[in-house]
């Protein structure tokens, strides 16, 4: 009779992991290949572990630049370069930074509507990238994306009664007159009369037709929805209307939602954490509130700084960068910043920065910068600092 041995064989046992705090923050998961950990050295398995919702490791696109009569690469647009993070049910991630940075890239690679060229996409621990169709078909019951043009996003050949039908007839859900009640039902729920889905989208208002994109990526009882600048096209009045829609239908159906944005004031409201990316690089990850109070990028801190306030007695620094944004063709060795960076230093352009935490621990968020625990940002004129 074995006892021993087999009684080890019998537990489920397996290497830890080390992931740090900072790795589940940011979706890296480092782990400890070498040296520390023992062949003998065994842990029993946490079986109640539950995977992130969302968890994004090392997302890489580059897009082929060609040339010629016959056409041949010649180099590749870096449009989203080596970032991570995670995404928990029912939060909201905010994913800021100016045009061109690879913020939509990012929200299409998420649901395959662009291939990846490298790194992981894993969806309630589901790997996407090498999902077959009919898995992608399955899967994108559970994420829909909200496009930022209310005006092409919808088939204006449609009715809204088609349109909302669709995914319904594409899944194979319900008989004709159960569809019929559900879009009905959609309508209602976006704040549009049933009398709508007679009508084509040439007929509504923009904030009308974005409510009917909204009415549409809701209909199979998605998991996580991707806003691709979903409020950008539209009037001041009408984004706040749209913005509380999406707050409301959130808490009713413990969505949760990747906000894309470059107006950083919607995106406070909204987020509970905020990636901040810079030519295809996260540069800063925080929480709402900390990354607004106390930023840690100088690039995050020029945006910032660039928020209107609406007290006419105060008047804060406008951080006005120099020069132009790099190529994502050719982006800048070291940190992808430096160029335009007013604290840079040699070190800049000779080392990339990674996403760090603060050494002592005083901060949850993280910044790619080397020196920004001795800048301490306050949108003041900047301090020298030595050179290390």
């Known amino acids: 009779m074995r006892t021993g041995n087999s009684e080890v064989l ?3 046992v397996c290497k830890k992991r080390r992931v740090s705090f900072l790795a589940r923050l940011c979706g890296r998961s480092q782990v400890n290949e070498n040296k520390n950990v023992s062949e003998n050295d065994i842990y029993i398995e946490d079986v109640n572990y539950i995977p992130p919702l969302l968890e994004v490791q090392r997302l890489t696109k580059f897009f082929p630049v060609k040339q010629g009569i016959i056409p041949r690469t010649v180099g590749q647009v870096h449009a989203v370069d080596d970032i991570s993070f995670t995404l928990e049910r029912g939060e909201t991630l905010g994913l800021v930074g100016e045009s061109g940075c690879g913020k939509s890239t990012v929200g299409k690679t998420l649901l395959r509507l662009v291939h990846p060229t490298d790194g992981s ?3 309630e621990g589901r790997d996407i990238v090498g999902m077959k169709r009919r898995e992608l078909r399955e899967l994108r019951r559970d994420i829909q994306i909200i496009f930022q043009d209310p005006f092409e996003s919808l088939n204006s050949r449609h009715t809204v009664r088609k349109i909302l039908s669709e995914p319904f007839i594409i899944h194979r859900l319900g008989t004709k007159a159960e569809r019929e009640q559900k879009v009905c039902e959609l309508l209602n729920r976006v704040g549009l009369d049933e009398s709508a889905a007679n009508r084509f989208p040439h007929e509504f208002s923009g904030g009308q037709r974005q409510r009917i994109g909204i009415a549409r990526a809701i209909a199979l009882k998605p998991k996580l929805i991707v806003c691709d600048e979903a409020v950008s096209a539209l009037d001041v009045s009408v984004q706040s209307q749209i913005v509380n829609l999406l707050l409301d239908l959130q ?4 969505l949760a939602l990747i906000f894309i944005a470059h107006d950083l004031a919607v995106v406070k409201h909204v987020s509970d954490k905020i990636a901040v ?7 800063e990850t925080s929480t709402s509130e900390d990354i607004y109070r106390a930023p840690k990028h100088p690039y995050t801190e020029a945006l910032i700084s660039a928020i209107p306030v609406a007290d006419p007695t105060r008047r804060p620094e406008r951080i006005i960068l120099k020069g132009d944004i790099p190529s994502p063709i050719l982006p800048p060795s070291g940190c992808r910043f430096h160029t335009r960076c007013r604290y840079a230093l040699p070190r800049c352009s000779e080392e990339t920065p990674l996403l760090e935490l603060a050494s002592d621990n005083s901060s949850a968020g993280s910044a790619a910068c080397f020196f920004w625990e001795d800048l301490k940002l306050t949108h003041t004129q900047p301090e020298r600092i030595a050179s290390k």
Request: net charge positive; glycine share 6%; proline share 0%.
């Open 10 to 12: 019998r537990s489920k």
């Open 121 to 123: 996409v894993k969806f």
């Open 251 to 254: 808490q009713e159906m413990d």
């Open 277 to 283: 990316m810079y030519l295809g690089q996260i540069v």
